[in-house]
Each structure stands twice: as structure tokens, then as C-alpha cells.
């Protein structure tokens, strides 16, 4: 049965990052599975023409591209509610899919009161977002307050959609939400779109994009894709990329993603490895494959242990052998395949990239075998099938 799904997304919808694409990619899929879709955003954001969305009221003083909490997110979400109560008393779903806190909070109301039941997409814990944000202290009264909030959120859907094993874990642990109530949905990817390119394209596009930045065409090139913050792991990313240059390894640190560019671009400054890191800035979705094909070795430098990473999906279909820290999230995508190093130890972060630009016999081996991987066990095809079930349980 094709269901009518109001999807509410409380983010600057599309922005080329994280919990954009999963949003996306998950609205598609289920297109293609004959559901209508009707999204729900905050005003700013780029609007994609195989979509319908519906944008809240702006606010004049609104920044262009924040990322993450901010003071003006209260209004947002109070506009965003409405917006919500508008769209749905003429489109009348079948049931409500709601990302991110906000969004289940506003969900809620609306699943009351229209009686349909509310799916909540959870992406990680809200308070750990604000305290790694430094929105919010680690310790203190507004952090029970956010923390209290979330537990009375967590309990208004009447099914939960999970990122990863380690958020369902976050769930029945620290909100003691029933495991019953909960499915985890791993991030996936388009294997058709991100995926290896031959020979003479890979060098074409090497050509060009290595002309624009001034990197000698016979350099090793590392890359990451992502929002830049500390949070993140930026920060230590470009400690082991100074670490490793010491070494005088022939190697250039191609980051690509926002915001706070300036700020890293001087922390790389400091650390004296500024003419060895490009910085691309913000590369729309679709052209994201054609820069990945620049690299040698992916790296994903995240330090959130409650967080997703879906980009590291994006690294193995395109056959790229992966560089990250050993938490719970990234043993879920790359299993034994991945290139491990202690969290925020810059030195083995180094090590790891090391090793594999001094084999790379294996590090095609590896990279061929995430491919392989990410083609068998995060196919957005198997999730849209699995969103399906969900939504015929509850409806």
C-alpha cells in the first residue's frame, strides 16, 4: 500500500552533509517505492526538483548556513511547527517521519492530533550533540534540563529508526527506550553513483582538479569529506597530517566540506602544513564522487561516539581504503576491513595512513573489499524495504 508521508526535516534542507543525505536519500527511495512525500523544512537550504518541499517563514537574522545548535533554532522550530500544522491538514498523511529531535517534537504534536502514528528518525542523542557543539556544558542544571527533555521526546513516537547499532545501544541504555520500539536503519549508499572510475577517467578528473589546486600530479593524495569543527576530529586530522609530512612523506591532505574554513586554514598555518592541505570548501552532493576519485586513502577523523558517518560509505563504494578512529559506529561500516587507530591518537592516525601509502598493493586490496561490502550490507534499496515494514507495523 502507497502511503501519504509527511516528512519533517528541522535543518536548512539540502546542504550537502550528514543527516541532509540521509534525509534525501531515504525521501528518494521511498519515492521509488511508490509512497508520496511531502517534506517539511527551515527556509534556507537548496531545493532539488525530484522533491516536494515545503519551506517555513524565514527569519531576517537568521546566519545563511548555520550548522548544528543555535540560538535562533527556538523560532525555527516554532515556525517550522506551524508550517508543519499547514501542510498537513491539506496533504492528511498516513503517518508523520520526523528527523531529528526537533522534528519528533513537533511530530508528536501533530500525531495527536491528526491520530496518525509519528516515526522518528534518530541520528544520534541530542544532549551529546549540544555538549559536543559546546553548546552546553558537560556538567551542570541546562544539561539535565536538554537531557530530561530528550527522555520525554524519545517516548512520543510509536516507532524509532536508528543510524547505528551504537544509537539503538544509546537508547535502550541511557533513555531506557524499549528495544521492541526500535529498528536500526544503517546509513547506505548509492553503489551506482559512488562507485570506482576506470583508469583514464580517474586520471582526467586528476588532471584538472589537481591543476586547480596546485598539487603536482605524482603527489599521494588523502581525503576527507565533512563539516569541519572539533567535534569532528578537524583539528586532529591536520595534527596527523602534520605528524605524518614530518616524516617527509609525499603526501597532500585534500578537506573538503564547511563551515569554519578560515579558522582551519590558519590552524594548518600554525602547524606549518598549510601548502601541503587543499581546501575545497562545500562540493554539492552530485559532484562529490568526482572529487573522492582524487584519493589514494580516505580518512574520517570523527570523534563523536553517539553520531553516524554516513560519508564513510560514500569512501567504500568508491573502493577507497578508509583511515579512522576504533569506535563502536565505524566497526559497524567497515568491520575488519578498516584501518584503525586509538581515539584522538594523532601519532597512530599517522601510522595508519602511512602504512597503506607504503602498500598499495593492499590498499587496493581493502579498497576493493569495502566496495564489496558496502554493495552487500548498505543498499538503499534493502532500507527503503525495511522503512516499508516499519511504516505497515504502525499504520
Known amino acids: 500500500m502507497p502511503y501519504r508521508v509527511l516528512m519533517i526535516a528541522p535543518t536548512s534542507f539540502f546542504l550537502d552533509y550528514g543527516c541532509h543525505v540521509r534525509i534525501l536519500e531515504e525521501a528518494r527511495t521511498l519515492k521509488k517505492l511508490g509512497h508520496h512525500l511531502k517534506i517539511v523544512t527551515y527556509p534556507l537550504g537548496r531545493n532539488l526538483p525530484d522533491l516536494d518541499i515545503a519551506r517555513a517563514l524565514p527569519i531576517p537574522f537568521r546566519p545563511r548556513h548555520e550548522v548544528g545548535p543555535s540560538r535562533s533554532k527556538p523560532l525555527l522550530d516554532a515556525l517550522l511547527a506551524f508550517k508543519s500544522f499547514q501542510v498537513a491538514s491539506r496533504f492528511k498523511p498516513h503517518l508523520i517521519h520526523a528527523h531529528l529531535h526537533e522534528g519528533a517534537l513537533i511530530g508528536g504534536g ?159 598555518e600554525r602547524l606549518g602544513i598549510a601548502p601541503r592541505v587543499a581546501f575545497v570548501g562545500r562540493v554539492p552532493y552530485e559532484e562529490v564522487p568526482r572529487w573522492l576519485s582524487l584519493g589514494d586513502i580516505a580518512i574520517e577523523p570523527k570523534m563523536s561516539a553517539t553520531e553516524a558517518a554516513g560519508k564513510v560509505l560514500n569512501y567504500m563504494a568508491m573502493g577507497l581504503p578508509v583511515v579512522a578512529f576504533d569506535i563502536p559506529v565505524m566497526r559497524e561500516y567497515l568491520g575488519d576491513l578498516g584501518a584503525y587507530a586509538p581515539l584522538g591518537d594523532t601519532r597512530a592516525f599517522a601510522d595508519q595512513i602511512q602504512r597503506l601509502l607504503d602498500s598499495p598493493a593492499r590498499a587496493r586490496e581493502l579498497g576493493a573489499a569495502l566496495r564489496t561490502r558496502a554493495i552487500a550490507q548498505f543498499s538503499w534499496e534493502r532500507a527503503g524495504r525495511e522503512i516499508e515494514k516499519v511504516y505497515g507495523s504502525v499504520v
Open 110 to 268: 501533530l500525531s495527536r492530533g491528526l491520530r496518525v502514528p509519528l516515526i522518528f528518525d534518530f541520528q544520534g542523542s541530542l544532549t551529546s550533540e549540544m555538549v559536543d557543539h559546546r553548546f552546553l556544558a558537560p556538567r551542570g542544571i541546562l544539561r539535565s534540563l536538554v537531557h530530561a527533555l530528550e527522555w520525554r521526546i524519545d517516548r512520543l513516537p510509536h516507532h524509532i529508526l536508528t543510524s547505528s547499532h551504537n544509537a539503538a545501544r544509546v537508547l535502550t541504555d541511557e533513555f531506557r527506550v524499549s528495544p521492541n520500539k526500535i529498528t536500526v536503519l544503517s546509513d547506505c549508499v548509492d553503489a551506482d553513483a559512488f562507485l570506482p572510475v576506470d583508469d583514464a577517467a580517474r586520471a582526467l578528473a586528476m588532471d584538472e582538479l589537481c591543476a586547480r589546486l596546485r598539487i603536482p600530479r605524482e603527489r599521494r593524495i588523502i581525503v576527507y569529506i565533512g563539516l569541519l569543527a572539533e567535534y569532528r576530529g578537524t583539528s586532529v586530522m591536520l595534527e596527523a597530517a602534520r605528524e605524518l609530512l614530518a616524516r617527509g612523506v609525499d603526501a597532500h591532505f585534500v578537506v573538503i566540506g564547511f563551515p569554519n574554513i578560515e579558522h582551519y586554514r590558519g590552524y594548518a
